[in-house]
């Protein structure tokens, strides 16, 4: 731990780097968040669509999109 305080600038440099780690965490954690709750309110707009259609090509298609969306947020995530 010493080692690396003293390549990182000393102390103070290590907390300065740490600092910076655990704030893209957290960044990272709400751009997530952010994107769970867009996709969240999306499948359930896609659901009620689904639901409330007699049309299987609409069925379908909200199929394939709920797919793309499910794809695109794990994407986000990775």
Do not use: I, P, W
């Not at 390549?7 to 290590?14: F, I, N, S, T, Y």
């Not at 409330?52 to 069925?59: E, F, P, V, W, Y």
């Amino acid at each position: 731990m010493q080692e690396a305080a003293r390549r990182l600038g000393g102390e103070e440099g290590a907390g300065v780097q740490f600092a910076h780690h655990r704030r893209a965490q957290r960044m990272g954690a709400e751009r997530a968040a952010l994107a769970e709750a867009k996709v969240g309110a999306e499948l359930f707009s896609l659901a009620l669509a689904c639901r409330s259609a007699r049309d299987r090509t609409l069925n379908a298609l909200t199929r394939h999109l709920t797919r793309r969306l499910l794809e695109n947020y794990l994407t986000v995530l990775a």
